[in-house]
């Protein structure tokens, strides 16, 4: 336990470095566009295969398990598109980049640390946490809203493609089901937890990855640890958001 709050205090502190005033905002500013290409537009395509698949399977599913004649089957297209908005396209996209992009983080910044590359950028000056975390985390914070707009949309069409290529439902009823009673605050409330979500994945992986020691295989630890510390913290503010900006 008390290993615990010493970890949330070293992160606290490490966090108070990463926010203190940059020393040169044009170098930060670069730093920021590659990591949206590194952290963002690289995860376009595994975003884009398993939203696709999981619109298909919610799709299915429903059709399968509400074959009532009672029950209108646009309620289907409406149910995928609530289970895309609500929960999929924000949490479990968040989990799964969580294994991608908090890895990477983890990995990346924990070799720059026992290659004593952090320590020479200490030596020279350099605020090391503000200048390698910041970035990282002001670039996840700005693309995953995007990539959560982009998984709802191609969740909902894997689920219209599903429903056309297998005939389980009319298309034109999923595309009524779609359009059925839709507010915009479910579009607000995802994107909400989408940048806490990102402000997570990159700010605790990066703080495993700055308080790697040892050798190659800590390194290795250290990403595990990451990616095991982000999914339990993102369902944990999953509740806590959901209870707060739902109820």
Excluded: H
């Amino acid at each position: 336990m008390w290993q615990v709050f010493g970890a949330i205090g070293r992160y606290f502190i490490l966090m108070g470095k990463v926010f203190s005033r940059p020393e040169k905002g044009a170098i930060y500013r670069r730093r920021i566009l590659y990591e949206m290409e590194a952290l963002g537009i690289d995860s376009i395509g595994l975003t884009a295969i398993i939203s696709i698949f999981i619109g298909a399977v919610i799709t299915l599913q429903m059709s399968i398990n509400l074959d009532s004649p009672f029950i209108p089957r646009s309620l289907i297209g409406y149910a995928t598109r609530e289970t895309m908005i609500l929960e999929f396209s924000s949490a479990v996209v968040a989990l799964i980049l969580a294994g991608k992009v908090g890895s990477s983080i983890a990995s990346e910044i924990g070799t720059m640390r026992i290659t004593e590359q952090i320590d020479a950028l200490e030596i020279m000056g350099v605020n090391s946490a503000s200048y390698l975390i910041l970035p990282k985390i002001v670039a996840a914070m700005l693309f995953f809203p995007f990539l959560t707009i982009l998984s709802i949309l191609i969740g909902v069409a894997g689920g219209w493609v599903i429903a056309y290529l297998t005939g389980i439902m009319i298309p034109a009823d999923y595309v009524d089901g779609l359009m059925l009673d839709f507010r915009p605050y479910s579009i607000t409330y995802t994107l909400i937890k989408t940048v806490f979500f990102a402000y997570i994945i990159a700010s605790v992986s990066a703080f495993y990855g700055y308080n790697a020691r040892g050798n190659s295989l800590e390194v290795g630890a250290a990403s595990t640890r990451a990616v095991v510390t982000c999914c339990v913290v993102i369902l944990l503010f999953d509740l806590i958001l959901t209870q707060i900006l739902l109820i």
